[in-house]
């Protein structure tokens, strides 16, 4: 693996990264403070910043660990001025569960690996009947007896894949 990018060490390039994200945090999170008295959004800032850390760092070094990690607080932030904007506070988790599935299947995309697929499909069905049960269209027994059949298939399927791979 090559430890330059265009002749400047990669280190070196993701530390002026994280003083320049760490400046544009402060100063959006500070304008939204002043001027428009949001006082709510600096953990969505500062997801979204060390979000684009992340991304950068999983281009530079190749790491799918980073790469969901970007993704999902890239998310997170874009899902916390969703709801805050929107005024729809009680969906919050829903759309937290969301960014899950994004960030999944964005890693899927990039990496390829299949496991982000079927844990993306899980949190989608997941989040499918938690949303029935808020609207109570299901009883909490058949929430529950869904989530432990998801639960047990996501295992069952994880074992098996790291059964083949040996």
């Not at 969301?98 to 899980?122: C, E, M, N, P």
Request: net charge positive; hydrophobic share 65%.
């Amino acid at each position: 693996m090559n430890g330059r990018f265009l002749k400047i060490k990669k280190s070196l390039l993701l530390k002026i990264m994280m003083f320049f994200l760490f400046v544009c945090f402060v100063v959006i999170t500070t304008l939204e403070m002043v001027f428009w008295k949001l006082f709510d959004l600096w953990f969505f800032n500062f997801c979204f910043a060390v979000g684009i850390f992340q991304l950068i760092k999983s281009l530079f070094f190749k790491l799918d660990s980073a790469l969901y990690l970007g993704f999902l607080l890239i998310f997170v932030g874009i899902a916390g001025y969703v709801f805050i904007f929107t005024n729809i506070l009680p969906s919050a988790p829903f759309y937290l569960s969301f960014a899950f599935i994004l960030s999944s299947v964005f890693t899927f995309i990039g990496t390829g690996q299949k496991f982000h697929l079927v844990l993306a499909y899980s949190i989608s069905f997941v989040t499918i009947f938690a949303f029935l049960l808020q609207k109570k269209l299901i009883t909490l027994s058949i929430f529950i007896a869904i989530i432990v059949s998801f639960l047990v298939l996501l295992v069952v399927e994880t074992f098996f894949r790291i059964k083949r791979r040996r």
